[in-house]
C-alpha cells in the first residue's frame, strides 16, 4: 500500500500556482545576498552564491546569518578606518 501526503492548499497557495508569487524582500544580508517572502503563501527564498534564489532552509538561514555578521563587522572596521585616516 502506497502512502500519499497533501499539501495544504490554502486559497492563497492556489492563488500564487495560478498568478505566481508575489515576493518582497524581507531582509537584506549583504549588498548581494538578501531573503525574500510571498506575500501571500509565506514561501521564503534566498540567493545562494550563484546569484539564483532558492528556498530559505535552516541551512541557508545559518549561513545568511553568519555572512551577515561577517558583513556587519568589516564594514563598521572599513568606517573606522575611514575615520581615523581623515583625521591624518
Same mark, same amino acid.
Given at each position: 500500500m502506497k502512502s500519499t501526503t497533501t499539501k495544504s492548499t490554502s486559497p492563497l497557495r492556489i492563488y500564487c500556482d495560478i498568478f505566481g508569487h508575489n515576493y518582497e524582500m524581507t531582509k537584506k544580508v549583504t549588498s548581494h545576498v538578501k531573503e525574500y517572502t510571498? *506575500?501571500?503563501? *509565506?514561501?521564503?527564498?534566498?540567493?545562494?552564491?550563484?546569484?539564483?534564489?532558492?528556498?530559505?532552509?535552516?541551512k541557508f538561514q545559518e549561513i545568511n546569518e553568519?555572512?551577515?555578521?561577517?558583513?556587519?563587522?568589516?564594514?563598521?572596521?572599513?568606517? *573606522?578606518?575611514?575615520?581615523?585616516s581623515s583625521i591624518y
Open positions: 510571498c *506575500k501571500c503563501c *509565506k514561501r521564503q527564498l534566498t540567493t545562494n552564491g550563484n546569484g539564483k534564489l532558492t528556498e530559505l532552509t535552516p553568519i555572512l551577515a555578521d561577517i558583513y556587519t563587522r568589516r564594514m563598521s572596521r572599513l568606517k *573606522k578606518k575611514t575615520l581615523s
